[in-house]
T-cell receptor, first 111, second 116 residues
């Protein structure tokens, strides 16, 4: 089946690290994605990871993938107030081209 | 390079009416996908068009339809609008080369549809 689950809310202090977790169900997903949505805006691709990788680092972002448990996480180092947004993880089952999104995690960054 | 554009940005309709939303993909992109975003259901895939053909379809009733033109621009249509159709409709374009591979989808700002 196709299902992606995320926690709904995370609050951190500015300068701390944020970790957003996600579980997915479709083992045929070759790529897994993290998108960011700011108020009134569309979706912006933050980063992605190929399914045969365990980790990917991109500046302040670190993606960890546990393929056995179908668990994906996004770590944001030195979180800033500008990082406040909704973060979605998404999978693309097989070669369908359709993104299956989680419910989104609202990240609140307190100064 | 211009991004994905969607028109109109905001729309108010009444129950029973129909609506057409438009999406212009990034130049050179041949795939256009549509998503519906609501507070209750989140982001849900509607359909994908590639080379003027519908390639994938989500679990939406037949009132939701779409098409793609030879210049890759796409429209989606919702007939007999219901209150529950109020949502942000997002369009995304990609290169979408056939076969397995990384395929970044670039999203437009969306059309906010309100059904009264």
């Amino acid at each position: 089946g196709e299902d992606v689950e995320q926690s709904l809310f995370l609050s951190v202090r500015e300068g701390d690290s944020s970790v957003i977790n996600c579980t997915y169900t479709d083992s045929s997903s070759t790529y897994l994605y993290w998108y960011k949505q700011e108020p009134g805006a569309g979706l912006q691709l933050l980063t992605y990871i190929f399914s045969n990788m365990d980790m990917k680092q991109d500046q302040r972002l670190t993606v960890l993938l546990n393929k056995k448990d179908k668990h994906l996480s996004l770590r944001i180092a030195d979180t800033q107030t500008g990082d406040s947004a909704i973060y979605f993880c998404a999978e693309v089952p097989g070669n369908t081209g359709k993104l299956i999104f989680g419910q989104g995690t609202t990240l609140q960054v307190k100064p | 390079k211009a991004g994905v554009t969607q028109t109109p940005r905001y729309l108010i309709k009444t129950r029973g009416q129909q609506v057409t939303l438009s999406c212009s993909p990034i130049s050179g992109h041949r795939s256009v996908s549509w998503y519906q975003q609501t507070p209750g259901q989140g982001l849900q895939f509607l359909f994908e068009y590639f080379s003027e053909t519908q390639r994938n379809k989500g679990n939406f009733p037949g009132r939701f339809s779409g098409r793609q033109f030879s210049n890759s621009r796409s429209e989606m249509n919702v007939s007999t609008l219901e209150l529950g159709d109020s949502a942000l409709y997002l369009c995304a374009s990609s290169l979408r080369v056939a076969g397995v591979g990384y395929n970044e989808q670039f999203f437009g700002p969306g059309t906010r549809l309100t059904v009264l």
